[in-house]
Nanobody
């Protein structure tokens, strides 16, 4: 029903920036709450950021507050994650997630659709 495709990952030095994009298929993108998760080497998948259907509300993990910004453009069926002041501990595979919900995504449970993931590597 919905396919999510991430892009924008890569290798960056500590202190640098990247912008991840998630392109979604389908005609009902605006009905979905969206989020970003990441899985670092040897760790569980963890919540990074979330945004509601309209883009009017968002939430972030404490570890990325003030550095990352989530946004969406429903006209383009896209969600973004601007990552600034990157740290080596941000190194992970980043996943886009969609859930048909009126409330913000908060955990990697009951997610309707996942992207394939994009690698972000931050060197020191």
């Amino acid at each position: 029903q919905v396919q999510l495709v991430e892009s924008g990952g890569g290798l960056v030095q500590a202190g640098g920036s990247l912008r991840l994009s998630c392109a979604a298929s389908g005609r009902t993108f605006s009905l979905y709450a969206m989020g970003w998760f990441r899985r670092a080497p040897g760790k569980e998948r963890e919540f990074v950021a979330a945004i509601n259907w309209s883009g009017g509300e968002s939430d972030y993990a404490d570890s990325v507050k003030g550095r990352f910004t989530i946004s969406r453009d429903n006209a383009k069926n896209a969600v973004y994650l601007q990552m600034n002041s990157l740290k080596p501990e941000d190194t992970a595979v980043y996943f886009c997630a969609a859930k048909r919900s009126y409330v913000l995504i908060a955990a990697p449970r009951n997610i309707d659709y996942w992207g394939q993931g994009t690698q972000v590597t931050v060197s020191s």
